[in-house]
């Protein structure tokens, strides 16, 4: 089935004029893609299937195809490295090109050469684990040539118990128990955070007669409404952006929230403004720390707004969870995490503007739930599943995490 999928691309690409250069080969490829016969198009996404099964059962999360960056291999992220597959077909750019084409609509490839990147969701169905097995896909350009990035979304969801917070910070975050405000989960690209909102969809779904409203680009995880009714609005697909998914929710009678990214200015303020009218509010921001995070809100503002913002920020924000996941002494990866609960100590820092002191209040706050990132490390040190290196690696503060240690 690859020998013929591979040869169909062969033939495609050998199709090209010479004369049709840079970028306007995959416009070329675009246009063309649907002289294949349906027989063909299937042999293509089977391939593809193929590719993302063999991800699947090497555990990978990520994986890499097309671009000048590949080198004409697919690479793979197990476990946190990122690594060439090198008994998998190799694609030349225009055979991977045609091969991410052939899995897109006429309206997402408009989009992608129009904005020159396309976030979108990938699924099929997975024999080996008799369901359907779904993806967030990322297609871009790579010197004039189309490369993707796909990431697998966990067919099952941890348990919030798993994530091991202090009771007190799930309360924080729980409607029943405050029913408006602002909790975000923030890290770097691939440090769980979805995994998490999830898990935290999904404890309100086990016991929360709520509405929740999923606004994200592309949805990963879809949840099936249990205690809860859940809609998912894909950004693109179901909704023009964040912001209007965020303004039209206001019309659509919920309870819950969820904002995949709060990516820019209007966003941000959309949030803050739904908040403000009673609802709570889950988001995420790619910053490494709980301050880190107050501060981005804030840098993303116009200057003139900033003192506003702030205020209303100090009082609608409940909760901030950083987290990273760092190599374990088992080979896979591990969550630590800094979390923040909104103190009136910490509202006074925040409208003050004296961020800089909150780390202490995070310091000496754990009966109200909160921990460093640094205390967290430690534990994770002392509990014998990291090393000392990848502690004082993946620490936002390496001197505080050697004095701990020390300590």
């Not at 819950?256 to 403004?273: K, N």
């Not at 739904?274 to 107050?294: N, P, Y």
């Not at 503002?301 to 609608?316: C, G, S, T, Y």
């Not at 100590?345 to 739930?369: H, L, R, W």
Request: hydrophobic letters at 40%; a neutral charge.
């Amino acid at each position: 089935m690859i020998a013929d999928a591979k040869q169909i691309l062969s033939n495609f690409v050998a199709k090209i004029p010479s004369t049709v250069l840079g970028p306007e080969r995959v416009s070329y490829i675009i246009t063309h893609i649907n002289t294949l016969q349906i027989e063909e198009k299937m042999a293509l996404i089977k391939l593809m299937n193929a590719i993302l099964g063999v991800m699947i059962e090497r555990q990978a999360s990520d994986v890499e195809l097309g671009g000048f960056g590949t080198q004409k291999f697919i690479w793979l992220r197990i476990f946190g490295k990122k690594e060439r597959v090198s008994d998998l077909p190799q694609f030349s750019e225009d055979e991977a090109t045609a091969l991410i084409v052939s899995l897109l609509n006429q309206n997402q490839c408009d989009m992608l050469l129009t904005q020159r990147n396309l976030d979108f969701s990938y699924s099929f169905y997975y024999e080996p684990a008799k369901s359907n097995v779904r993806f967030r896909a990322d297609a871009y350009f790579d010197l004039d040539s189309l490369t993707l990035n796909m990431r697998a979304i966990n067919a099952r969801l941890r348990p919030i118990e798993s994530l091991e917070f202090h009771p007190f910070a799930v309360k924080m975050m729980s409607h029943n128990y405050i029913k408006f405000g602002l909790s975000l989960v923030t890290g770097i690209t691939g440090s769980g955070k979805s995994a998490t909102l999830d898990a935290i969809i999904d404890f309100h779904n086990d016991s929360d007669p709520c509405h929740v409203v999923i606004i994200a680009s592309p949805v990963e995880y879809v949840h099936k409404s249990r205690a809860s009714i859940i809609k998912h609005r894909e950004v693109g697909r179901d909704v023009l952006s964040f912001k209007e998914g965020v303004t039209q929710a206001l019309r659509q009678d919920p309870d819950i929230i969820v904002i995949g990214e709060m990516r820019d200015q209007d966003t941000i303020l959309a949030a803050l403004e739904v908040t403000d009218t009673g609802h709570k509010v889950f988001s995420t921001l790619h910053t490494s720390s709980a301050t880190e995070s107050i501060d981005r809100i804030i840098a993303e503002i116009h200057p003139n707004e900033q003192e506003r913002v702030r205020n209303r920020l100090a009082d609608v924000l409940i909760s901030v969870v950083s987290q990273k996941l760092v190599p374990s002494l088992d080979g896979k990866r591990v969550l630590a995490k800094e979390v923040l609960i909104v103190t009136p100590s910490v509202k006074a820092a925040i409208k003050n503007d004296n961020t800089s002191e909150i780390y202490m209040m995070i310091n000496q706050g754990a009966p109200q739930g909160m921990i460093t990132m640094e205390q967290d490390l430690l534990r994770l040190y002392s509990e014998r599943k990291i090393s000392k290196e990848n502690a004082v690696a993946y620490a936002n503060n390496k001197t505080r995490i050697l004095q701990l240690m020390k300590g």
